[in-house]
């Protein structure tokens, strides 16, 4: 197949037309592309023409081969807005021996830093694009006028479809870039500054996007920081967390591929509507193998949809509830409250409380998981009952009228006979069932809701107050209702699965015994593929990309699942690294769950104690990590706001001041020129209030969405006026139809939203509208963070319709 000849990169001397000068590159690597797909695509299609013998293994290397093209050809087709947009021109002295020679680009004067690496095979590999996590790329993100890193120049490209729209340059000369921000063109601290703000002034489309051309130094330090332990990103809002942590989730894969692509990364968000936002970023950056997740889908089988007041889901998320659980599996060991008198084999059979009491001590005894200490105690209370029995015929046995064969069996002394007997009766195990129940997850918890006598004895000290919020009236329809099942309620299934237990010590050995057999059929299956006589040695093979253990984990689901497909639906899995977004609104239950999950504790949490919004979230990290880590983690801050104007920061810094004056806001790296307005309504008004909204709201459609369709605007409000508001701004046509997606999220689409605040978590729009500012302070006591949380939504306008007078923490506006 023949490759676009590669034009020598254009001369690092001033181009009198860049843009002009870097188009042939850029067509070229695009060239590259379109081969590498084409080749791709044609693999895959003789793999899956390619008549199979039809035994298993046959079909499973061709299954395994079309999976890994298939992978391929998405993570190709991913790339291709964007594919390169930057260029490094190193000094040539800095090209010393002291580079791993493995690292592509090592040696090379010009570098061109892209999505994805691309190599020249007509000329002995050479880098042709540098994928942006490899280390040679990484002064694209960090060097300074003040330190270099050997970079002469760095040059920015911004591309739409293929073409070079334009070029920034950044020369990396101290005098050079003190003649530049004289003219004003730098701003001390920020990379690529024309091209930052370009992405930063762009309309917001709904859905997140990735930053990989624009990443800040402060923020690519925190990208790249090492995969071990704990690290928590701090920042305020805007200042980029989200985005930083999915690029760490991109790049730990990338550079820790072998250890992390096995055990998958989960990346944790706080709601389904933040998810769907965030879900474009990893696949745009060629990454397919992490699981989105909120709190609520932990649990396997159950995407918990249901809605509680927050002050239910917080005493659900509470430490103490873990004690109570546990005290609710204990309520279920029952005694006997008079004995149970049975006929085993004729005989009677009494059982009374002192043995059950015995048995269940015995099983309590061997601190096993509930079901699995079940067998502990059937078996006590069968040989206790068996002892007896022996106990009761030997007695009878001195006398003259027991008949000979009792007496032969206890010459034999064959209490196993008795015990076999007993085991055999089914009404005895039902009668000890009923005192140390099979219990699932659902069961116990349902069981436990619904029943005050169970809340009472499962949660000694608690008011009665408190014991109101577990109580329900009636249980779920199935046993995995999800609209009946809160998020808070999905944890805590996860912490009675811990106690529950299954007794799965049997099949996990199968599955152990199943692995090692996998594992060796997949060598073999390599092995084959590997020996293929007519593959074209300038192609990657499967032996490239895959080994044997990571050809295993796909063949044996036969599915070929990946390990975040598998992970989704097992509750027993660990993760390679976890990843916590809006990790302050966790509760202290929620966070047991992804300590679970993460035994390895190679996690990274971003989030802001200043947004905390939820009633038991984290107040401080201290507090939330240390009976995890004690005081083994580290910290990252992140300082710039790149979503919020000047204009609207200034309003939130003062609420932040309030909320705590300790806090420094970030600082924002632009103004919009559109102050924040505030306009009043009759206090007590809903029509009026209503109607001010609806006219606020058409301002902003008009000020923000463009002919196509680009531009969003939020309505953020107390979730008591939400429904109003919607119903008038839907007769108004200025929303539409509820679109909710399978996961539950709001339509993301859409150019106006009407939302309350934690349901917008996360999330930006062009312009905010925040109605009843006192009234969202006033719905939680933690109101004032909901009000920070509102006012920093937004990227280019915000207005604030208020119901009486100003909000004092708003005086600012007035
Ligand atoms: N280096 C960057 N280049 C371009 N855009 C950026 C950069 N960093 C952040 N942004 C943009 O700034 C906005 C805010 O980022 P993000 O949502 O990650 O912030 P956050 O800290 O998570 O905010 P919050 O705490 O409010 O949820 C996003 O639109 C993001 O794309």
Redesign the pocket.
């Known amino acids: 197949m023949s490759h676009p000849a590669s034009p020598a990169a254009p001369e690092v001397e001033p181009d009198p037309d860049p843009v002009a000068a870097e188009q042939p590159y850029v067509s070229m690597l695009y060239g590259r592309l379109d081969v590498r797909r084409q080749e791709t695509a044609e693999l895959l299609a003789r793999v899956l023409r390619d008549e199979t013998t039809g035994t298993p293994q046959a079909v499973s290397e061709r299954d395994a081969a079309a999976a890994m093209y298939s992978e391929q050809l998405a993570t190709l087709s991913a790339v291709e807005e964007g594919l390169c947009f930057g260029r490094l021109d190193v000094e040539p002295e800095a090209l010393t021996g002291d580079a791993d020679p493995e690292t592509p680009g090592f040696d090379q004067e010009t570098v061109y830093i892209g999505r994805l690496g691309l190599l020249d095979e007509d000329h002995d590999y050479e880098p042709l694009l540098i994928d942006w996590r490899a280390p040679v790329a990484r002064p694209y993100y960090t060097a300074t006028a003040a330190n270099p890193d050997g970079i002469r120049r760095r040059r920015h490209l911004r591309t739409r479809s293929r073409r070079v729209l334009a070029v920034d340059d950044e020369i990396l000369d101290l005098r050079e870039a003190a003649a530049a921000a004289s003219r004003g063109h730098q701003r001390q601290g920020l990379t690529g500054e024309a091209t ?1 703000l370009a ?2 002034g762009a309309g ?1 489309t709904g859905r ?2 990735d ?1 990989v051309a ?3 130094s402060e ?1 690519d330090r925190i990208i790249r920081s090492g995969v071990n332990g704990v690290l928590v990103v701090e ?10 942590a999915l690029h760490r989730a991109a790049y730990l894969l990338y550079t820790h591929r072998r250890q992390l692509a096995k055990r998958g990364v989960l990346v944790v968000g706080p709601n389904p509507t933040f998810l769907r936002y965030i879900e474009q970023v990893l696949p745009s950056l060629g990454e397919t193998s992490v699981l989105l997740q909120t709190v609520g889908e932990l649990y396997p089988g159950l995407a918990a949809r249901g809605h509680e007041a927050p002050e239910r889901a917080a005493r659900k998320g509470a430490e103490d509830l873990s004690k109570v659980l546990a005290a609710a599996v204990r309520d279920r060991q029952e005694l006997p409250r008079r004995p149970v008198r049975l006929v085993v084999d004729g005989e009677p059979v009494e059982i009374d409380r002192d043995l059950v009491a015995q048995a269940r001590t015995r099983a309590r005894r061997t601190r096993r998981p509930h079901n699995d200490a079940k067998r502990t105690f059937v078996r006590e209370a069968i040989d206790l009952l068996a002892r007896r029995e022996r106990d009761r015929i030997s007695a009878q046995g001195s006398h003259p009228e027991v008949p000979d064969s009792d007496l032969r069996l206890l010459d034999r002394g064959d209490l196993a006979d008795i015990r076999q007997t007993m085991r055999e009766d089914a009404d005895l195990i039902a009668a000890l069932d009923g005192f140390w129940p099979t219990l699932t997850p659902p069961q116990l918890l349902a069981d436990l809701y619904t029943d005050r006598k169970r809340i009472t004895a499962a949660t000694r000290g608690w008011s009665d107050a408190d014991r109101d919020l577990l109580h329900r009236d009636t249980g779920p329809r199935h046993p995995l209702d999800p609209q009946w099942w809160t998020p808070a309620d999905a944890v805590l299934l996860d912490e009675a699965a811990e106690l529950l237990g299954e007794d799965d010590t049997a099949e996990r050995e199968r599955a152990e015994r199943k692995r090692e057999a996998d594992e060796a059929y997949a060598a073999g299956v390599l092995e084959i593929l590997a020996m293929e006589e007519d593959w074209d040695p300038e192609l990657l093979r499967p032996t490239d990309v895959v080994d044997a253990s990571v050809l295993a984990d796909r063949s044996s689901e036969g599915s070929w699942a990946s390990a975040a497909e598998r992970a989704a639906e097992d509750r027993t899995w660990t993760f390679g690294h976890v990843i916590v ?2 990790a302050q609104e966790l509760s202290p239950m929620a966070w047991r769950v992804l300590m679970r999950r993460c035994p390895s504790r190679s996690m990274t949490l ?1 989030g ?1 104690v200043a ?1 905390t919004g939820a009633r038991d979230g984290a107040s401080s990290w201290h507090s939330v990590l240390s009976p995890y880590v004690a005081a083994r983690w580290r910290r990252e801050a ?1 300082t710039v706001n ?2 919020t104007p000047a204009e609207i920061a200034a309003v939130a810094a003062e609420v932040l001041a309030v909320i705590d004056p300790g806090q420094t806001p970030p600082e924002s790296v632009r103004e919009s020129g559109v102050p924040p307005r505030a306009v009043g309504v009759p206090a007590d008004d809903v029509e009026a209030l209503v109607h001010q909204v609806a006219t606020t709201t058409r301002a902003a459609v008009d000020e923000v969405v463009d002919a196509e369709g680009n531009g969003r605007v939020a309505v953020l409000a107390p979730g008591t006026r939400v429904a109003a508001l919607a119903e008038r701004l839907r007769a108004d046509g200025l929303l539409g139809e509820d679109a909710a997606d399978e996961r539950g999220g709001s339509d993301l689409e859409v150019a106006v939203v009407v939302s309350t605040v934690s349901d917008a ?2 999330l ?1 729009f062009d312009a905010v509208v925040l109605a009843d500012p006192e009234g969202l302070v006033a719905e939680s006591p933690r109101g004032l963070n909901d009000l920070y ?1 509102a006012l ?2 937004a ?1 280019r306008s915000l207005d604030v319709v208020h119901p009486g007078a100003l909000p004092a923490v708003l005086s600012t506006l007035a």
């Open positions: 930052l992405a930063l917001r997140m996007g930053i624009t990443i800040q923020q920042g305020g809002p805007g200042t980029g967390k989200t985005a930083v977004d809006e971003v802001d947004q992140l790149y979503r978590k996360g930006e949380v920093t939504r990227t």
